[in-house]
């Protein structure tokens, strides 16, 4: 019958020693090992008839290990539940106590096992002498409306409508560097990447506005994103949110693809 001793080696830590005998895992290898000759596939035998000898010859050793490692690992974690020990390290075997542990399928016998555990330190807190702040949120309209905005976005229906019609619609863009009048600037940045249409200037959304995939409109940077939308894209392509001078850039961008959110009923059964 297994066996496990606790020593205290540290402030916060433990050794366990476990101890099982043979009789503590040898059936179990045996009902293994036979199990394995059942479904054993080896040139020269028909499957389930190779004789259990050879399979002990050829898989012995690593059937018996795992099955004595899997007895210690039983044993060490029904000890730690029923002592309801405060782990908070899972056991660490202690290589110096193992270190000559030698496992032979030809000379089953009783084994030792050592392991190092962390233990939780006790914790005391008199709730009545902490002071805490507590703050209070003044949640405006324009906060709740913020919010449901992002919850119909998050839970619309997506489709992949022909052309863009809303300010809803999400689109898949390719950015590549030009000048004002559309040629493209050799070894200039390209970044494939997605808006929302709304997330884009009025006066760049009339012009995307019913444009289908392919469309290419040569853009100024600052002109067609403004404030954060501006700072996201100059990020996305490679520049520092805060350059003035790439934020003057001309891009072409074109239009991959158009998808659009058709958002939920805000009623009862959605919330």
């Given at each position: 019958m297994a066996t496990i001793t606790r020593e205290n080696i540290g402030k916060l830590n433990d050794k366990l020693v476990v101890k099982i005998t043979k009789d503590d895992y040898y059936k179990n290898f045996e009902t293994g090992l036979k199990a394995y000759a059942k479904n054993a596939n080896i040139p020269g035998f028909r499957k389930g008839m190779v004789p259990s000898g050879l399979i002990k010859k050829m898989y012995g050793q690593s059937i018996l290990t795992d099955e004595i490692f899997k007895t210690v690992d039983q044993e060490i974690s029904k000890y730690i539940n029923d002592e309801k020990l405060p782990v908070l390290v899972q056991p660490i075997p202690v290589e110096d106590d193992n270190k000559d542990l030698k496992i032979d399928v030809n000379a089953p016998q009783d084994y030792s096992f050592s392991f190092e555990v962390g233990l939780e330190p006790e914790v005391k807190v008199d709730p009545k002498k902490i002071k805490v702040t507590r703050y209070?949120?003044?949640v405006t309209d324009a906060m709740v409306a913020e919010e449901i905005d992002k919850l119909e976005m998050r839970h619309g229906k997506y489709s992949e409508p022909e052309a863009i019609s809303g300010d809803d619609d999400v689109?898949?863009?390719e950015l590549k560097e030009s000048d004002k009048e559309g040629n493209l600037v050799e070894e200039g940045v390209t970044k494939a990447t997605s808006v929302l249409l709304k997330n884009?200037?009025?006066k760049t959304r009339k012009k995307l506005d019913g444009q289908k995939k392919d469309f290419k409109l040569v853009v100024k940077l600052s002109d067609?994103?403004?404030?954060?939308d501006l700072e996201n894209v100059l990020a996305q392509l490679g520049f520092e949110t805060d350059?003035?001078?790439?934020?003057k850039k001309y891009f072409e961008l074109k239009v991959l693809k158009v998808g659009a959110i058709e958002r939920p009923t805000m009623d009862e059964e959605f919330f």
């Amino acid at each position: 019958m297994a066996t496990i001793t606790r020593e205290n080696i540290g402030k916060l830590n433990d050794k366990l020693v476990v101890k099982i005998t043979k009789d503590d895992y040898y059936k179990n290898f045996e009902t293994g090992l036979k199990a394995y000759a059942k479904n054993a596939n080896i040139p020269g035998f028909r499957k389930g008839m190779v004789p259990s000898g050879l399979i002990k010859k050829m898989y012995g050793q690593s059937i018996l290990t795992d099955e004595i490692f899997k007895t210690v690992d039983q044993e060490i974690s029904k000890y730690i539940n029923d002592e309801k020990l405060p782990v908070l390290v899972q056991p660490i075997p202690v290589e110096d106590d193992n270190k000559d542990l030698k496992i032979d399928v030809n000379a089953p016998q009783d084994y030792s096992f050592s392991f190092e555990v962390g233990l939780e330190p006790e914790v005391k807190v008199d709730p009545k002498k902490i002071k805490v702040t507590r703050y209070v949120v003044d949640v405006t309209d324009a906060m709740v409306a913020e919010e449901i905005d992002k919850l119909e976005m998050r839970h619309g229906k997506y489709s992949e409508p022909e052309a863009i019609s809303g300010d809803d619609d999400v689109l898949n863009i390719e950015l590549k560097e030009s000048d004002k009048e559309g040629n493209l600037v050799e070894e200039g940045v390209t970044k494939a990447t997605s808006v929302l249409l709304k997330n884009v200037t009025a006066k760049t959304r009339k012009k995307l506005d019913g444009q289908k995939k392919d469309f290419k409109l040569v853009v100024k940077l600052s002109d067609a994103f403004d404030g954060k939308d501006l700072e996201n894209v100059l990020a996305q392509l490679g520049f520092e949110t805060d350059d003035k001078e790439a934020a003057k850039k001309y891009f072409e961008l074109k239009v991959l693809k158009v998808g659009a959110i058709e958002r939920p009923t805000m009623d009862e059964e959605f919330f």
